[in-house]
Nanobody, 119 residues
Framework: QVQLVESGGGLVQAGGSLRLSCAAS????????MGWYRQAPGKQRELVAS???????NYGDSVKGRFTISRDNAKNTMVLQMNSLKPEDTAVYYC?????????????WGQGTQVTVSS
C-alpha cells in the first residue's frame, strides 16, 4: 500500500514563495506519474503540475512560468516550488501518484496541505 505525506503548506503574501514536498512510502510501480492537484472552495480539483518517472513535466496554464515540479526517483519524493504566488493560488494542494500498470492506472492521494496567499 502506498502512502503519501505532504508538507510545506502555509500562509504567504502575494508575490512570495512556498515549497511543497511529498514523500511516498511503500512499493510503487516503476512506471508512474507524480503530480500536484489543488482544490479551492467551491471549485473542482485541478491539475497543478505533474512529472512522469522519466522526467517529462506538465503544468497547468495558470502556473506555467511560476511553479516548478521535480522528483527524486530513488527516494520517491516530489517537490513543488511555487514562486510569484497569487491570491488565486489559495487552495488545498494534494499530492498524487498514478501507477501505470498493465491492469490499468491506480491513483494514490495524500491528505492535502493548505496554501493561503494573502493580497
Amino acid at each position: 500500500q502506498v502512502q503519501l505525506v505532504e508538507s510545506g503548506g502555509g500562509l504567504v503574501q502575494a508575490g512570495g514563495s512556498l515549497r511543497l514536498s511529498c514523500a511516498a512510502s511503500g512499493s510503487i510501480f516503476s512506471i508512474n506519474v507524480m503530480g500536484w492537484y489543488r482544490q479551492a472552495p467551491g471549485k473542482q480539483r485541478e491539475l497543478v503540475a505533474s512529472i512522469i518517472s522519466g522526467g517529462l513535466t506538465n503544468y497547468g496554464d495558470s502556473v506555467k512560468g511560476r511553479f516548478t515540479i521535480s522528483r527524486d526517483n530513488a527516494k520517491n519524493t516530489m517537490v513543488l516550488q511555487m514562486n510569484s504566488l497569487k491570491p488565486e493560488d489559495t487552495a488545498v494542494y494534494y499530492c498524487n501518484v498514478r501507477e501505470l500498470t498493465e491492469l490499468g492506472p491506480k491513483d494514490y492521494w495524500g491528505q492535502g496541505t493548505q496554501v493561503t496567499v494573502s493580497s
